[in-house]
């Protein structure tokens, strides 16, 4: 079944969709971009999703195609044009065409290239969400402006590919022994106390909308948690550990670098922070889930 997609002012089918070979997000990566979860066919957290969008492109001088609320609107059609349940709004806006390769910043006639589309996928019942994931790490080389969301996402592709290659699902990124993140989710684990811990917020790693879901639903059910950074040597030695994300929610770990975290299954606090994530997920939705 083809999909309906957004560009650039139009709904059409997606093998019509056509962009620029001289679009400075496709020459240059000069793009930034959002994933918005969708789930009984509305959109999750997505005022937050937004907010950080407008900060990407406000971090970077790109000038958003429209207003956030105009936005909200052209996602909810998509949706509805696609009749989408369950999955995601994949959304990207580059700085445009400016009609040759130049690194050099086009002027104000340029408009913004703004696309959307959607992906159709398992979030609550996803089976990684109940067998747990294998991870290995590598180091961190991405760029020091992670807290942007951009589309240059190199780097995570080879430490993704690195852990497909040494029978692992993703990679933990480590940065001068500390780990920052996932390939493409925030990283926490559990301590033998059963306290929650997560890197706190910086240019090291992105601002987690879920990462700041889970926190405040923490706080409301009276969980130990603490902001701070953790070593490897600490996430090999955790009771549990779990990666946060738009369309996993939360997904356990298993395994690190071959060492079976906790018995090598998901953990009593990680089940029960997903538990707690997907009935406010479910409930914001207004459905009864998957």
Same mark, same amino acid.
Do not use: C, K, W
């Given at each position: 079944m083809t999909r309906t997609v957004y560009l *650039?002012?139009?709904f059409v089918a997606e093998q019509d969709a056509k962009v620029s070979v001289f679009d400075r997000g496709f020459l240059f990566a000069d &793009? %930034?971009?959002e994933v918005s979860a969708v789930l009984n066919g509305r959109l999750l957290d997505n005022a937050a999703h937004l907010a950080r969008l407008a900060r990407s492109c406000q971090s970077l001088d790109l000038r958003l195609p429209c207003a956030l609320g105009d936005i909200e609107i052209l996602q909810n059609r998509l949706i509805a044009e *696609? *009749?989408?349940h369950e999955g995601a709004v994949y959304l990207q806006i580059s700085r445009g065409n400016s009609g040759d390769r130049d690194f050099d910043f086009p002027?104000? *006639? %340029?408009?913004p290239t703004f696309?959307?589309?959607t992906q &159709?996928?398992?979030l609550i019942d996803h089976p990684k969400s109940k067998t747990g994931i294998r991870m290995v790490s590598v180091d961190d080389i991405r760029w020091q402006r992670r807290d942007i969301k951009t589309v240059g996402l190199l780097a995570p592709c080879l430490a993704k590919e690195y852990a497909h290659k040494?029978? &692992? @699902? @993703?990679a933990l990124l480590v940065e001068n022994g500390l780990i920052t993140e996932a390939s493409s989710s925030n990283a926490w684990i559990v301590d033998a106390d059963g306290t929650l811990i997560t890197r706190p917020l910086s240019t090291h790693i992105l601002h987690g909308?879920?990462?700041? &879901?889970?926190?405040e639903l923490a706080k409301q059910n009276d969980l130990r948690f603490e902001e701070r950074p953790f070593t490897l040597e600490e996430a090999q030695n955790a009771r549990e550990i779990f990666i946060s994300s738009a369309t996993t929610f939360i997904w356990p770990v298993v395994s690190l670098n071959g060492k079976l975290i906790g018995d090598g299954k998901s953990g009593v606090m990680t089940g029960k922070l997903r538990e707690i994530y997907v009935a406010m997920a479910v409930e914001a939705t207004g459905g009864v889930g998957s």
């Open positions: *650039n002012g139009e &793009a %930034v971009y *696609n *009749n989408l002027g104000e *006639n %340029v408009s696309l959307m589309f &159709a996928r398992p040494h029978d &692992a @699902d @993703d909308i879920t990462r700041q &879901a889970l926190l």
